[in-house]
Structures are given as structure tokens and as C-alpha cells.
């Protein structure tokens, strides 16, 4: 977690308290939020491209979504399918199902964006096009644009985190394993 920072701010209460001193000085810790793949050092699951599992598990991931804890996705695509992953992606998982076995995540709709290889750029579409997906444990990807396309199903390398920002003592006692608690 980031260091704890000191903030100090100064305000005039000359005018509300005449009789008391004019600057009062207030301080107070503020402990900055984040969350980002590197806070997911024990994952409930990763699924690689070809569908194997490398870490956690399917009965872990599924313990976390039917106790309702919030949870967090990442998926990488190699598009041209040389063993790299060409893009990575981290959100918060929006809307989650449990079905047969397997937990969905939908991803919350974005504006379409056009990786630009060589150029290190991610530019965003002239025109707003929106993009809607759904992340499977079982490693398949579906994603619908708004513009008539018919969806597509991609496999995909994914992990499936508890939030970092939701707090260890707010877990199941199952789920606080790695987390410090």
C-alpha cells in the first residue's frame, strides 16, 4: 500500500471566533486507494489461453461470488497469437452470475479504442462506438460492440482477484488467506 501522507491545511476562523486565535492549523492522514494488478498477489484464479488453471481455483473464485464479495478481472489478448499477450486489461467486475459451475463477470461498457502497434498509442474512436463484454472462468471472452456487429468469443488468459480496496476484515474468513488477515 502507498505510504500514508501528512496533509496540512490552514483556515482562518477570525471571523467565526473573534475571541480565538485567526489560523488554526489542521492536520490528518490521508492513505491513498488503489488498485491495480500488482495488488493481486494471490489470485482466486488465473486461466491461461489455453484453459488451463496456473493458480487458485474455480471452487475459490466461486466462494467469493456467491458470498458477494467485490471482485476484480484482468485479461490479456495475443492477437497475433505468438505466445505474448499484445494487450492487457484490469477493471472492477460489474455485474457477476454464477452458472453451472463456471462464475461471468460483465464488463462495464466503454468507448471503443484501436491499439495502434509500433506506435506504443491507444487511441479512442472518432466516432463513440460502445463496447460491452462478459469475462468467463472458463477463459472465453464475449464482447458485443453497439454498432450491429455480431459478437465475438475470444480465449483469453484471465485472473480473478478480490478488490484490494475491500478490507481484510471485511472478508470470509476463507478469502483472507494472502491478504493479512
Do not use: Y
Request: glycine share 8%; with cysteine.
Amino acid at each position: 500500500m502507498p505510504a500514508p501522507q501528512l496533509m496540512i491545511a490552514f483556515a482562518s476562523i477570525g471571523r467565526v471566533w473573534p475571541h480565538f486565535a485567526k489560523v488554526v492549523i489542521v492536520a490528518c492522514i490521508v492513505v491513498p486507494s488503489r488498485a491495480s494488478a500488482q495488488d493481486c498477489p494471490a489470485p482466486l484464479l488465473t486461466v491461461e489461453q489455453d484453459g488451463s488453471v496456473s493458480s487458485g481455483s474455480r471452487e475459490m473464485l466461486r466462494a467469493a461470488a456467491e458470498s458477494g464479495v467485490a471482485l476484480r478481472i484482468g485479461w490479456s489478448i495475443d492477437g497475433d497469437r505468438d505466445g505474448q499477450p499484445d494487450v492487457l486489461h484490469w477493471t472492477d467486475a460489474a455485474f457477476i452470475t454464477v452458472f453451472e459451475g463456471e462464475v461471468f463477470a460483465q464488463i462495464a461498457e466503454i468507448r471503443r479504442q484501436s491499439p495502434r502497434r509500433g506506435e506504443a498509442d491507444v487511441e479512442l474512436n472518432r466516432t463513440p462506438v460502445r463496447w460491452t463484454g462478459s469475462l468467463g472462468s472458463n477463459g472465453f471472452l464475449m464482447g458485443a460492440f453497439d454498432d450491429d456487429q455480431p459478437p465475438t468469443r475470444v480465449r483469453v488468459r484471465s485472473t480473478w482477484c478480490v478488490d484490494p480496496r475491500v478490507a481484510a476484515e471485511n472478508l470470509p474468513p476463507s478469502l483472507r488467506e494472502g491478504r493479512g488477515g
